[in-house]
């Protein structure tokens, strides 16, 4: 979605929009991420009084992380609540705007205007991308006692047991299992 700024920066007007994320899926150097419920984040934009540009944004993207111990989808609320300020610079001549995007470079920097506007244009998508990524839980887990999968056979054990001799593997093997990633390493 493509959030037209020309009023706010020719006429110094606040704008106001309900935005929802166009993604599917978010998608990262670590991974990608279906997205359950794309907002709406309600975004405003205005001009402060030193002339620089202020994006806020306040709403909730759902999107599905796999579980850090068993891997089952989590649905997980991102709370986006953000003020972007984006420093006053030479203005975008009106030829520089319809010229569109310079490159099609699609790196994500939450903190690199550029990445976002593109004109007299603000990219939603990428903006809330980039918070979405500020706001990545650090840890996820479908729930706190998650048993996690048996390091034997892979079963879910929060389905139920698989009856394989995991004590086995504690002390000794993880030993072993030490020495194996040190000549991984090499
Ligand atoms: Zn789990
Ligand atoms: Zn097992």
């Not at 993207?61 to 989808?73: A, E, F, K």
């Not at 990445?115 to 887990?141: F, I, T």
């Not at 706190?144 to 999968?149: A, H, M, S, T, V």
């Amino acid at each position: 979605m493509m959030l037209n700024l020309t009023d706010v920066l020719l006429d110094d007007k606040r704008i106001a929009a309900e935005a929802v994320i166009g993604l599917k899926e978010l998608e990262f150097s670590f991974g990608s991420f279906p997205v359950e419920k794309s907002g709406p984040v309600l975004i405003t934009v205005e001009k402060d009084e030193k002339g620089n540009l202020e994006i806020d944004g306040r709403g909730t993207v759902s999107v599905r992380i796999p579980c850090d111990r068993c891997l089952d989808d989590v649905t997980v609320p991102l709370e986006l609540d953000f003020v972007e300020k984006v420093p006053q610079r030479a203005e975008v001549s009106p030829e520089e705007a319809r010229r569109g995007p310079e490159s099609e470079d699609d790196d994500i920097s939450a903190f690199d205007p550029d990445c976002y506007l593109d004109g007299y244009n603000l990219d939603v998508d990428k903006l809330l991308l980039g918070e979405a990524l500020l706001n990545w839980p650090s840890r996820v887990l479908c729930r706190e006692d998650c048993k996690g999968l048996c390091p034997v056979c892979g079963q879910n054990l929060n389905h139920g047991d698989c009856g394989c001799e995991r004590k086995a593997l504690d002390p000794r093997m993880a030993k072993v299992l030490d020495v194996f990633s040190k000549f991984k390493e090499v």
